[in-house]
């Protein structure tokens, strides 16, 4: 099946920061989603882009499906946005299920 | 956004009980989607339904079952609990809109079993 690896593992910034998070993955993709999972286990929708370039306020993302990345930009970080990012993609022969990568742990320190 | 809702958020059960967690959601979709997901670590899919009277087994092997008999209900069912079984348990569902398919995800149900 398909595989998603996601960098770095963990993240730890201060206040204000930006950050850049990367998703690879190893077969083109009919479905690419970024979720912000919170402290209670709660799954938050921030995009869905298999391909092309997105922004939300402070957060955007961009996909090259040809090359097989994706990148979720945060900037002026706040202690809100810690938390595991997990990208996540439905390939394109399989199961419409989604495969998520192993995700990036956040923490923003005030 | 989609609706989704499970329960119970929280279960706490011994070992041999059958369990059933429930999830709902209100949008119509017709496809919906089991995950589990250990502490620390990624979401596997374990069950998923194109619709009514529809399921499949995912990519995960789980000992639980479900079942499609309405709509927007989507219910997972274990026989047997083990302490094996100890997760969280993740419902979402989806439907293609206007070009995407973006899934919607539950707020999740963590199982103990003792």
């Known amino acids: 099946g398909i595989q998603v690896e996601q960098s770095p593992p963990d993240l730890i910034l201060q206040e ?32 869905y882009i298999p391909s092309g370039t ?24 706040q202690t809100t946005d810690s938390g595991v990012y997990f990208c996540a993609v439905v390939g394109g022969g399989g199961a419409d299920g989604l495969t998520f990568g192993k995700g990036t742990h956040l923490i923003i320190q005030p | 956004e989609a609706d989704i809702y499970q329960t119970p958020r929280y279960l706490v059960i011994g070992t041999g009980k059958k369990i059933t967690l429930e999830c709902s959601q209100t949008m119509g979709h017709d496809k919906m989607y089991w995950y589990q997901q250990d502490p620390g670590m990624e979401l596997h899919l374990i ?45 979402a569902s989806s439907e293609l809109d206007s070009g995407e398919e973006t899934q919607y995800f539950g707020p999740g149900t963590r199982l103990l079993v003792l």
């Open chain 1, 16 to 47: 204000g920061a930006n950050s850049t998070l990367r998703c690879n993955f190893s077969d083109s993709v009919n479905n690419l989603q970024w979720f912000h999972q919170n402290p209670w286990g709660q799954l938050i929708n921030l995009f």
């Open chain 1, 54 to 77: 997105k922004q939300n306020g402070r957060l955007s993302a961009t996909t090259v499906a040809t090359e097989r990345y994706s990148l979720l930009y945060i900037s002026s970080s």
């Open chain 2, 47 to 91: 069950h998923y339904s194109y619709g009514v009277n529809s399921t499949e087994k995912g990519d995960l092997s789980s000992e639980s079952t479900v079942s499609r008999i309405r709509t927007e209900h989507f219910p997972l069912t274990l026989e047997s609990a083990r302490p094996s079984h100890t997760s969280q348990y993740l419902c």
